[in-house]
T-cell receptor, first 116, second 116 residues
Framework: AQSVTQLGSHVSVSEGALVLLRCNYS??????LFWYVQYPNQGLQLLLK??????LVKGINGFEAEFKKSETSFHLTKPSAHMSDAAEYFC??????????????FGSGTRLQVQP | NAGVTQTPKFRILKIGQSMTLQCTQD?????MYWYRQDPGMGLKLIYY???????DKGEVPNGYNVSRSTTEDFPLRLELAAPSQTSVYFC???????????????FGPGTRLTVT
């Protein structure tokens, strides 16, 4: 079975500061990993994904994440926070083999607050 | 493309009532999913479908039913609504993979349901 743990349900940073949102996963097979963002009263939007290849992946809005197999981590970073980054962020994993449904398993989410 | 659309946006039900949450996608995706999002809990898979006429249970299917008569539509039926079904419901869809797998899902804006 696969699972996702997001450390810190709330993270607060100052505008211009580094954003670091933590995600650890467990999977019995090579995982495919995703970060989604949810703005208030909206659906989820894909920020970035890791499937195979380069372990440092870049996404939209200046975010990036690094897949570290030895640490089973996929932390999300952004060098300089902007007020518009305030949202809830979800890490998700999908098994990298055909499991029929290929559904995503989500972490519980991290709410990012950006202080002026 | 409208992407994934869901109706209604909000609904209040009384205990024991029934309703259908509508989901439509115009991207010709084979896979469709229903998730529920409870506060602080991330998203849990209710039901999924790998194509028209084929559906299967996810993690939390009790109290729900689905059908998939067309590629575009994947309605979720609540029979005998209970307060435990108060949640935000998201529909999602994805392509069948041809070539390198992608796995990312596209989400609708959600339906906020309250059962009192």
């Amino acid at each position: 079975a696969q699972s996702v743990t997001q450390l810190g349900s709330h993270v607060s940073v100052s505008e211009g500061a580094l954003v670091l949102l933590r995600c650890n996963y467990s999977s019995s097979v090579p995982p495919y990993l995703f970060w989604y963002v949810q703005y208030p009263n909206q659906g989820l939007q894909l920020l970035l994904k890791y499937t195979t290849g380069a372990t440092l992946v870049k996404g939209i809005n200046g975010f990036e994440a690094e897949f570290k197999k030895s640490e089973t981590s996929f932390h999300l970073t952004k060098p300089s926070a902007h007020m518009s980054d305030a949202a809830e962020y979800f890490c998700a994993v999908s098994q990298g083999v055909d499991t029929g449904r290929r559904a995503l398993t989500f972490g519980s989410g991290t709410r990012l607050q950006v202080q002026p | 493309n409208a992407g994934v659309t869901q109706t209604p946006k909000f609904r209040i039900l009384k205990i024991g009532q029934s309703m259908t949450l509508q989901c439509t996608q115009d991207m010709n995706h084979n896979y469709m999913y229903w998730y529920r999002q409870d506060p602080g809990m991330g998203l849990k898979l209710i039901y999924y479908s790998v194509g028209a006429g084929i559906t299967d249970k996810g993690e939390v299917p009790n109290g729900y039913n689905v059908s998939r008569s067309t590629t575009e539509d994947f309605p979720l039926r609540l029979e005998l609504a209970a307060p435990s079904q108060t949640s935000v419901y998201f529909c999602a869809s994805r392509h069948r993979d041809r070539g390198p797998p992608r796995y990312e899902q596209y989400f609708g804006p959600g339906t906020r349901l309250t059962v009192t």
